[in-house]
């Protein structure tokens, strides 16, 4: 049984994914908005398996005044030590054609993120002018159960680490979870990190 119900889910994603909505849902953005906006936790996955790590992924707004698009800051971090994220991202959240874009950027200076004397650090003082060029958009659709279903181009991102050449993301956005796999690739057929059967599952613990 170990694994099974998190890799049920991972086969949700798959099974969904060939059954996409292709009309455009009313107020589609302000409902990935709100399923994507919290806090949420792979708790449970890895306390089924304790060689997964407990991780702790944070979306919350910002610049809420701009009209070119929603932006969110997102935060991951191991949950003994939330203060010190190894992730930060900006993402600006867009519809077109039906289908939610997610343009994830980089900061120019990483470091301000990583200092816990000066967390919470005030992203509202930033602007948009403080963001590296992006990375690879992540594209996502409803499916016929009415949640989305995202992934990277399909030629993937462009990446040197640990060696891979390009590296791929699948997502998966209900109202109670978010699943989210990342995988770098010498080439087409060779994995050089990531998990090897499933997404991390990321589920939702705050608003």
Not at 72 to 82: I, S
Request: net charge negative; proline share 4%.
């Amino acid at each position: 049984m170990k694994n099974f119900i998190l890799f049920g889910f991972f086969l949700l994603l798959f099974s969904q994914s060939g059954k996409l909505k292709a009309q455009t849902q009313p107020q589609l953005l302000e409902e990935f908005n709100k399923r994507i906006i919290g806090e949420f936790s792979t708790a449970r996955m890895a306390s089924e398996d304790p060689s997964l790590a407990h991780l702790i992924l944070t979306v919350k707004p910002i610049w809420q005044d701009r009209i070119d698009g929603h932006w969110f800051f997102l935060e991951q971090a191991e949950h003994f030590r939330k203060d010190l994220p190894h992730r930060s991202l900006v993402l600006n959240v867009f519809e077109k054609d039906g289908k939610i874009i997610s343009r994830n950027f980089s900061f120019f200076n990483k470091d301000i993120f990583l200092d816990i004397d000066e967390r919470p650090f005030p992203i509202e003082q930033l602007s948009p002018v403080a963001l590296e060029s992006r990375y690879c958009d992540i594209i996502f659709e409803k499916d016929s159960s009415g949640n989305f279903v995202g992934k990277t181009p399909e030629e993937g991102c462009p990446t040197n680490l640990f060696g891979a050449q390009f590296f791929t993301n699948e997502s998966y956005l209900t109202s109670d979870f978010l699943i989210s796999w990342d995988r770098g690739w010498k080439d087409q057929d060779e994995q050089a990190w990531g998990l090897e059967k499933f997404g991390y599952l990321f589920e939702k613990i705050n608003q």
